[in-house]
Every structure is written in structure tokens, then in C-alpha cells.
């Protein structure tokens, strides 16, 4: 008696690898990135730069000899902000930046998570666009935070300028008014954000060369003081024009009457190379990366 002969079982399909919406990987970086307690203790610190300017110009009246951005500041609150910006775009808000590129790549790879978003249906042109969007944040945040305690602190420690209709002195020797100097804040918060994000660009590079967040601090924050001391250099003047730090005391200019913004608008377009560079960078070598 013949057995019966049983066909082969068809193969079942493999489940097909969804990708998870942008929007949702970004909120998700989002949150991620505004929960951690060094993001919060880092825009915690920016914070207080323009509220101890404030205290310090309030109690002493300002550094002797009543010249540059902070003597500017006594008996003149809106110059606060544009001072702390400026003050703080020399080192710290740098800092931040690259503290968050950091993390975003190398430090997922110190901690042996990249491997999983890699091989995650994500796709590696969406993981960059998320990790490059949480640098974002904080280069946007950093800003912001100075800006906003900025005009706070200003109003409520320094005062308005006395026995005037304005709320800012120039210094040309003008006055503006309310509506106009809270302009120019906005102008300096926003060429901020561009500087920083060209910062943010060149430091994500590095973080996704590498596996140690402290090369990628040490690389940017050695790069910008070397730019400085090059800068500093009469005989290298040649040289300025490729510099990212060059120009980056430009946002005083916007005390100035009329507004001078040559110099906001030169540093800008070189922070879009270096932002553009950076960017590149990374896209070729996360594409290339083994997992």
C-alpha cells in the first residue's frame, strides 16, 4: 500500500522591516536629549552667565576704565544679552555643542548601542538626520536660554537707561527703542545659532570617527583655541578668511547705529561651509560604517 505523498509546505514569507517614521525618531531624540542630566546642567550654567554679568555690573558698576561690551552693560539692561552671548560664544556654548555630538555617535559607540541603531529599520541617513537634529537642539537651546534670561536679568537687575525714552544706548551714542533693541537681540540669539551649528557639524564629524567621546571634546575645543591663536597672528592674516572663529565678536556690531551686519553675514556664510563639510563628512562615513 502506497503512502500518500505530502507537498511541501509553501515557504513563508519574511515579514517585511518598517521603518520608523522621521517625525517619531526625532521627537524621540528630542526627549532624549532635553531628559539628560548633563544637557539640563549644561543649559543650567549658560543660564547664570548673564545673571552674574548682572549682579557683578550692578554691585561694581562695571570693569574700570568703562570701555568693551560689559562696561556698556551698567545703566543699559539690553546690552546684557548681546554681552553674554558674546562672552559665552568664546567657550561655553562650544562646549555644549560638542559635549551633545559627543554623545550622539561616539558615546553610543563607547556604550555599545550603535551597533543596535545601525542594524534598527531605520535607515543611516535617518539615524544621522536624528542625531544631527538632537546637536541641533542644543545649539538652538544654548542661545536661547542666554537671550531670554539675557533681556530678564538686564530689566529686572541692571534697569532701563535712565532718564530716557529708549531702552538701549548704542554704541554709537543712540538710543533705540524697545522694539528695535529686543530686534537686535533676536539677530545676535539667531547668528549664534549659525555659529553653533557649524560647531555642532565639524564636532558630529569627529564623534562618528571615532569611539571616544573625549577626542571629540578635546579635537573641537583644541581646533577653536589653535583658530584663535592663529587668528591672533598679524603675519596670518591670510589665513582669517578660512577660520571659523573669525568674525565671531561680530555680533557687537549690532550696538552699532546704523547696524552694521558685514561682518555677521561674512562669519555666517563660512559657518554654512564648515556646516556643509561637517555634514558631509558624516553622511559618507556613517553610509560606510560597518555595524
Known amino acids: 500500500m502506497r503512502t500518500a505523498e505530502v507537498a511541501p509546505a509553501a515557504p513563508v514569507p519574511a515579514p517585511a522591516r518598517s521603518t520608523a517614521p522621521l517625525g517619531r525618531l526625532l521627537l524621540a531624540e528630542l526627549r532624549w536629549v532635553l531628559r539628560r542630566p548633563r544637557t539640563l546642567v549644561v543649559l543650567g550654567l549658560l543660564a547664570l552667565i548673564p545673571v552674574v554679568v548682572a549682579i557683578g555690573v550692578s554691585v561694581t558698576g562695571g570693569p574700570p576704565g568703562g570701555r568693551g561690551l560689559v562696561a556698556a552693560v551698567a545703566g543699559n539692561g539690553l546690552v546684557l544679552p548681546i554681552a553674554s552671548l558674546t562672552l559665552a560664544l568664546a567657550l561655553l556654548l562650544p562646549l555644549a555643542v560638542s559635549m551633545a555630538a559627543a554623545d550622539a555617535i561616539a558615546g553610543e559607540a563607547a556604550h555599545g548601542t550603535l551597533r543596535g541603531l545601525l542594524l534598527a529599520p531605520v535607515g543611516r541617513?535617518?539615524?544621522?538626520?536624528?542625531?544631527?537634529?538632537?546637536?541641533?537642539?542644543?545649539?538652538?537651546?544654548?542661545?536661547?536660554?542666554?537671550?531670554?534670561?539675557?533681556?530678564?536679568?538686564?530689566?529686572?537687575?541692571?534697569?532701563?537707561?535712565?532718564?530716557?525714552?529708549?531702552?538701549?544706548?548704542?554704541?554709537?551714542?543712540?538710543?533705540?527703542?524697545?522694539?528695535?533693541?529686543?530686534?537686535?537681540?533676536?539677530?545676535?540669539?539667531?547668528?549664534?545659532?549659525?555659529?553653533?551649528?557649524?560647531?555642532?557639524?565639524?564636532?558630529?564629524?569627529?564623534?562618528?570617527?571615532?569611539?571616544?567621546?573625549?577626542?571629540?571634546?578635546?579635537?573641537?575645543?583644541?581646533?577653536?583655541?589653535?583658530?584663535?591663536?592663529?587668528?591672533?597672528?598679524?603675519?596670518?592674516?591670510?589665513?582669517?578668511?578660512?577660520?571659523?572663529?573669525?568674525?565671531?565678536?561680530?555680533?557687537?556690531?549690532?550696538?552699532?547705529?546704523?547696524?552694521?551686519?558685514?561682518?555677521?553675514?561674512?562669519?555666517s556664510w563660512r559657518a554654512l561651509a564648515y556646516l556643509v563639510v561637517g555634514g558631509g563628512v558624516t553622511v559618507v562615513w556613517m553610509l560606510r560604517r560597518d555595524a
Open 125 to 267: 541617513l535617518r539615524l544621522v538626520a536624528m542625531k544631527g537634529f538632537g546637536v541641533a537642539v542644543v545649539a538652538v537651546a544654548g542661545p536661547l536660554v542666554i537671550a531670554v534670561i539675557g533681556v530678564l536679568a538686564g530689566v529686572v537687575v541692571v534697569g532701563a537707561v535712565a532718564g530716557g525714552d529708549g531702552a538701549l544706548i548704542t554704541l554709537s551714542g543712540t538710543t533705540l527703542g524697545t522694539g528695535e533693541a529686543l530686534a537686535r537681540v533676536a539677530l545676535v540669539a539667531v547668528w549664534t545659532m549659525g555659529q553653533l551649528l557649524a560647531v555642532g557639524a565639524v564636532a558630529l564629524a569627529i564623534s562618528a570617527l571615532t569611539e571616544h567621546p573625549l577626542v571629540v571634546l578635546a579635537s573641537v575645543l583644541g581646533g577653536l583655541i589653535v583658530f584663535g591663536v592663529l587668528g591672533a597672528i598679524p603675519s596670518l592674516s591670510w589665513l582669517q578668511p578660512l577660520l571659523l572663529t573669525s568674525g565671531w565678536g561680530a555680533g557687537a556690531d549690532a550696538l552699532r547705529d546704523p547696524l552694521v551686519t558685514d561682518g555677521m553675514v561674512e562669519s
